[in-house]
């Protein structure tokens, strides 16, 4: 029981670090035009700019985005057991509770999300990049969307690939997209 949680765990902050990390990565390539006429096409193009976003932003999902995450996971726990919203947060996110628990559960990840954007915020500010502060405060929305769609999906014992083929899907879109304007 332990080891599923912890598993789920893990497979869940990692689903939502790959998830924000290649969504930001895909969006900087299609947006950030970076000598776009050096590369032979859309593909190469957005692989390369990928996988260069991607190493920055990766690490910083991993080492600064998980641990914050865990901490928000932990507060909302320890606080819907002192509020007693009548609900125990985790695992038990189905979707058969009744309409009050909905509510309350829409409401608690409307929060969630929006905590995790107030601290994606913080290293932009703490460097005083602007561009810092745009690209932590969308990376920590995609990371606490991914990791909440992930929790629910595998509550219900759902397959979470389409989470993993999303950035996929998207960096091929772009390429084409590239392809097809820029070349």
Known sequence: MILDALSNLVLRKMTAAYFATLMLSVALAAVWHIDVHSYSNGIIYVLSSTLVFGMYA??????????ISLCIEAAERWLS???????????NDTPDAGASHKVVRLAGSIFYVALHGVFGLVPGLLFMIPLFVWCGAVTAVLYALGDRWA?????????????????????????IWIDWFMF
Do not use: H
């Open 58 to 67: 990766g690490v910083g999902c991993l080492f600064y985005g998980t641990p």
């Open 81 to 91: 057991k002192r509020i007693r919203l009548g609900i125990e947060l985790g695992q």
């Open 151 to 175: 929790r629910y999906r595998l509550a219900k014992n759902q397959s979470i690939k389409r989470i993993w083929l999303l950035p996929l899907a998207s960096a091929l879109v772009v390429s």
